[in-house]
């Protein structure tokens, strides 16, 4: 019986923050002989990887990556604890999806019955639900072909980073690096497969590509517009937490414009705001979905007593405290140190280089910081909510020493088994 450690209910002060701080769920495991060749299997594929690092091809590297995440997974428990008991046994997504009489139906119903549903169904778009019931419905409700579908899209984030750290002219030894890092980061590695918000990962991922498609080969600007437009509307319909996209692509984008005097960026930008629009209008005149409505409401449900710095100041400051925590927590110790050493904010205003990855890295910290201000994430959980904002803070490390790299991936697997041995933290 898996055991969760849960917060809001545990201190009768009213303190809101978990139990074992910064993670706001927890389900312990036990590691038994069962689990140690799924150990070794990790293990060994990295160390083959950086052993072999030059010979690998992008395809076999990418690949690799794709089992280091799986092979992390499967530490926990083994193939039903990694990739089917998050469903049935925690996933409020699947036990939402059993009340969908046909997705029409229950898409023209949703505004009126949002409030009925569970914690996460009610404060994400109907399309967080639709999603499993897209993959279920059709293979009477096989949970295997849910575990596939999702993590296949998930996995994808793989290839289309490679992408984007490849029109950045990095060198092909440190991009290989880079990737390897990337898949054992802990929030990475734990939250990419299996998990809703593995797919909204892609969905950002791919925005992001087309944004610096945009930046990088503006003749590209069809494909670029193409893949923001794509990812922007795909991402917005999972979870409201897609504005961070809006937010990004809009400050880059008015840089672009101000700076570089290049506008199209800018005319991508509105035209991936418009194209949403329209979407918007479409789902709301002939399938009677309210998507305004929807966000107005699970943002009352989320701060049902009103904005908790004049409300809760206390709570509200220490549950901003504990969603920076765990992004940077799950993000690794190793990691965090290389941040704090690098200094990523010590720049000058007055030359901002729009080419640099870590523009990029700056904004979307800028944006989520602020969505944190607004009381944004108010139960936690950030390091998988939030899990869109990883390759930014991988994108800020391209001009870390390669050393320095490698030295961080295998201290960073270290930290993922332990973490994947240890617990579950699926909610």
């Not at 009768?12 to 590691?31: E, W």
């Not at 575990?147 to 290839?159: D, K, N, Q, R, V």
């Not at 209008?281 to 309210?290: H, I, K, M, S, T």
């Not at 107005?296 to 504990?322: H, M, Q």
Request: net charge positive; proline share 4%.
């Amino acid at each position: 019986v898996l055991v969760p450690v849960y917060k809001h209910v545990l201190y009768p002060i009213g303190l809101d923050v978990p139990k074992i701080f910064p993670i706001s769920v927890l389900y312990p495991t036990r590691f038994t002989a069962v689990n140690i060749p799924y150990l070794l299997l990790f293990l060994l594929l990295l160390v083959f990887a950086i052993w072999r690092l030059d010979r690998i091809k992008a395809f076999f590297l990418l690949l690799i990556c794709i089992l280091i995440i799986i092979t992390g997974n499967l530490i926990g428990g083994g193939y039903e604890a990694a990739f089917l008991r998050p469903f049935n046994d925690q996933s409020q997504y699947y036990y939402d999806t059993l009340t969908v009489p046909g997705w029409k139906d229950w898409l023209a119903t949703f505004n009126a019955n949002q409030v009925n549903l569970s914690v996460h169904g009610r404060t994400h778009p109907p399309f967080a639900v639709l999603i499993h019931h897209l993959f279920l419905f059709p293979f009477n409700f096989n949970l295997n072909i849910l575990a596939a579908g999702l993590s296949l899209i998930s996995l994808s984030t793989l290839p289309m980073l490679y992408l984007i750290l490849k029109m950045y002219e990095i060198d092909e030894r440190k991009l290989k690096l880079l990737m390897l890092l990337f898949a054992v980061i802990p929030a990475v590695n734990i939250y990419s497969v299996v998990s809703l918000d593995g797919v909204i990962l892609a969905g950002s991922t791919m925005f992001l590509l087309g944004l610096v498609i945009l930046l990088k080969k503006p003749a590209s600007w069809i494909s670029g517009f193409l893949l923001m437009t794509i990812g922007f509307c795909f991402t917005n319909m999972l979870t409201f937490s897609g504005l961070f996209l809006g937010g990004v692509g809009g400050l880059i984008s008015l840089c672009e414009l101000i700076i570089n005097k290049r506008a199209k960026l800018m005319i991508g930008m509105v035209l991936t705001l418009l194209t949403f629009s329209l979407l918007l209008f479409v789902l709301a005149e002939y399938f009677q979905y309210n998507h305004l409505q929807a966000f107005s409401l699970a943002s009352k449900l989320e701060s049902s007593g009103g904005f908790r710095l004049f409300t809760d100041p206390i709570n509200y400051l220490l549950t901003r405290f504990e969603d920076i925590s765990e992004l940077l927590f799950f993000l690794s110790f190793p990691l965090f140190a290389l941040f704090i050493k690098s200094k990523p904010y010590n720049f000058s205003p007055d030359r901002i280089n729009l080419q640099d990855t870590n523009i990029l890295f700056i904004v979307g910290s800028i944006v989520i910081f602020l969505m944190f201000l607004t009381g944004a994430y108010r139960t936690g959980e950030t390091a998988r909510t939030c899990l869109f904002i990883y390759p930014f803070f991988l994108l800020q490390l391209t001009k870390t020493d390669e050393s320095i790299i490698k030295m961080a991936v295998m201290q960073v697997a270290i930290q993922t088994v332990i973490m994947q041995a240890v617990a579950s933290y699926y909610w």
